[in-house]
């Protein structure tokens, strides 16, 4: 396992995370990401928001999968208010929603630790116009934890779940729980009531990332009492302009 902890002392992004999956109409994902990674990625990091990456799910072809993060949650109102306010949005968003069903499946994050986010300091992005797929497989575990859990699920999974994927060649570039603070840009909603435990994993392949889940009932077994239920699994292929990637 490539060990993260350093990167991430020195260059923990995003406080603020936002976990965005979009629903679209069949055939449109390909238009979305071409649109989005035109107009959308320079324009919303000049208000100062950080696009960490963006994806298509591997599992659901009318799927995408993108994570914005911001400073804070008043910065992340006013870049919100003026992006959406702004100029490019108003030209591209009948475009942009024409593709989409639904974009409410959004949650909001922050780092499980101080330490515990994305370290983006070597994450570079592809130019305007880039067209080829990264290689690997970005992978995020969402964990519906039970309602009497709370904090200490943090310090469980550092004790006993992080070792053993460690071993089992799992390679953890980030993990997180529910923001709590009210959501405060109302006109985008955020699933609100949910109390999660996520973490990212990055892969070569999406045969390495088979053999490491057969090897991993263990960490599966050890999660199950403290989870409403499963895991919910997203197995992402970053797009051409995605800073993050496999």
Request: charged share 25%.
């Amino acid at each position: 396992m490539h060990d993260h902890t350093a990167e991430m002392k020195t260059s923990s992004c995003c406080p603020i995370l936002e976990l965005r999956q979009y629903t679209l109409h069949p055939g449109m994902r390909d238009v979305l990401i071409e649109l989005f990674e035109r107009e959308f990625i320079e324009s919303q990091e000049a208000l100062g928001m950080t696009l960490v990456g963006q994806f298509r799910d591997l599992d659901h072809p009318d799927r995408f999968v993108w994570l914005r993060g911001f400073p804070d949650m008043t910065t992340r109102a006013q870049a919100l208010e003026k992006f959406y306010g702004g100029p490019i949005w108003k030209a591209h968003r009948e475009a942009a929603n024409a593709t989409m069903i639904d974009s409410d499946n959004v949650l909001l994050l922050r780092p499980a630790r101080p330490t515990s986010g994305f370290a983006m300091e070597r994450a570079e992005r592809q130019p305007l116009g880039a067209i080829e797929k990264p290689r690997g497989l970005v992978v995020a575990t969402i964990c519906h934890l039970k309602d009497e859990i709370g904090y200490d699920f943090v310090d469980f999974f550092e004790r006993k779940i992080q070792s053993k994927l460690s071993r089992d060649g799992t390679s953890l570039l980030a993990y997180f729980v529910t923001e709590k603070h009210p959501n405060t840009f109302p006109a985008l909603p955020v699933r609100e009531k949910v109390n999660v435990f996520v973490w990212f994993s990055n892969f070569p392949d999406e045969t390495t990332h088979a053999n490491s889940l057969d090897r991993t009932k263990s960490v599966a077994n050890e999660l199950a009492p403290r989870l409403k239920g499963p895991p919910e699994i997203l197995k992402l292929l970053p797009t051409p302009r995605s800073r993050l990637r496999g």
